[in-house]
């Protein structure tokens, strides 16, 4: 079975600070990876994910995330955060194995906090 | 274009009561799930239903049943409450059912908060 492991539960920074939310997940297929984030009392929104291909991914609002096959990882970096950052960011994984009909496992969370 | 609505956005019922949670979505896709997200656990799948006619179970389904008679909607129902269902409840769908392996996002309502007493 497959699982997400997110590392950090709260990130605390400064405004324009770059931040790195750290990704690592178990699965003995291949998989697809997203990062969705999630404002105050909102749903998940999709913010980036990893198909196939380069294996930088980026989003429109500067949000980027690196896949690393060898070493299982998606971490989701941003060079200079901003106050509307501030939200809790998943991870999830869909594994391609014919059986599993895209369904989504996630981490846990990272609360992102950014302080002006 | 309204995507997912989830209704009602907020509930409070006594242990035992049995009540259902709605979902509608207005983009004609075939896959549909329901999630429930507790503090620093992530979320976790429920049910979920590849189209009209077929559902299945996800990692925590007991106490919830489901149902999937039409494409647009597919009700989530607690047959008998108990504490442990208080949490945040998120219903999604996306394009594609059997023949597509979730490469496709996931478009989120925004949530029902159900706390039993």
């Known amino acids: 079975a497959q699982s997400v492991t997110q590392l950090d539960s709260q990130v605390p920074v400064f405004e324009e600070a770059p931040v790195e939310l750290r990704c690592n997940y178990s699965s003995s297929v291949s998989v697809y990876l997203f990062w969705y984030v999630q404002y105050p009392n909102q749903g998940l929104q999709l913010l980036l994910k990893y198909l196939s291909g380069s294996t930088l991914v980026e989003s429109i609002n500067g949000f980027e995330a690196e896949f690393n096959k060898s070493q299982t990882s998606f971490h989701l970096r941003k060079p200079s955060v901003h106050i509307s950052d501030t939200a809790e960011y998943f991870c999830a994984v869909s594994v391609i194995d014919g059986t599993s009909y895209g369904k989504l496992t996630f981490g846990q969370g990272t609360i992102l906090t950014v302080h002006p | 274009n309204a995507g997912v609505t989830q209704t009602p956005k907020f509930q409070v019922l006594k242990t035992g009561q049995s009540m259902t949670l709605q979902c509608a979505q207005d983009?004609?896709?075939?896959?549909m799930s329901w999630y429930r997200q507790d503090p620093g656990m992530g979320l976790r799948l429920i049910h979920y239903?590849?189209?009209?006619?077929?559902?299945d179970q996800g990692e925590v389904p007991n106490g919830y049943n489901v149902s999937r008679s039409t494409t647009e909607d597919f009700p989530l129902r607690l047959l008998s409450a108990a504490p442990s269902q208080t949490s945040v409840y998120f219903c999604a769908s996306r394009k594609g059912g059997r023949e597509l392996e979730g490469n496709q996002p996931q478009h989120f309502g925004d949530g029902t908060r159900l706390s039993i007493l």
């Open positions: 239903s590849v189209g009209a006619g077929i559902t």
């Open positions: 983009m004609n896709h075939e896959y």
